[in-house]
């Protein structure tokens, strides 16, 4: 069964960090490039950071100096590293892989994306 697990959100004050994980299994990431997405309360998934095979990230302005996407291989997993988180980063993160032959891409769309998390909620709060 291929799976993605997201772990590590809960609620953090203001300035705060949290790091996210996410588990794959029945696959292996090394020929994914990975992505990390989010969804706040009424609004739409919007994406936040993807990885490509070799390790090249890109990440979205907002968050961009705050996060940062990093993988593992050899645990096959991935991870979010979010650091002076806001209120508005409040969000469900969700990760996402898709299967490339390249290693240098990775995705910033969320209908490019073969497999998907249930997702970690995140709040930030004081």
């Known amino acids: 069964q291929l799976q993605l697990v997201e772990s590590g959100g809960g609620l953090v004050q203001p300035g705060g960090s949290l790091r996210l994980s996410c588990a794959a299994s029945?696959?292996?990431?090394?020929?994914?490039?990975i992505g990390w997405f989010r969804q706040a309360p009424g609004k739409e998934r919007e994406w936040v950071s993807c990885?490509?095979?070799?390790?090249?990230?890109n990440a979205a302005d907002s968050v961009k100096g705050r996060f940062t996407i990093s993988r593992d291989n050899a645990k096959n997993t991935a991870y979010l590293q979010m650091n002076s988180l806001k209120p508005e980063d409040t969000a469900v993160y969700y990760c996402a892989a898709r299967g490339v032959s390249s290693r240098y891409v990775c995705y910033d769309h969320s209908y490019a994306m073969d497999y998907w998390g249930k997702g970690t909620l995140v709040t930030v709060s004081s």
């Open positions: 029945g696959f292996s990431l090394d020929y994914h490039a």
């Open positions: 990885i490509s095979r070799s390790g090249s990230t």
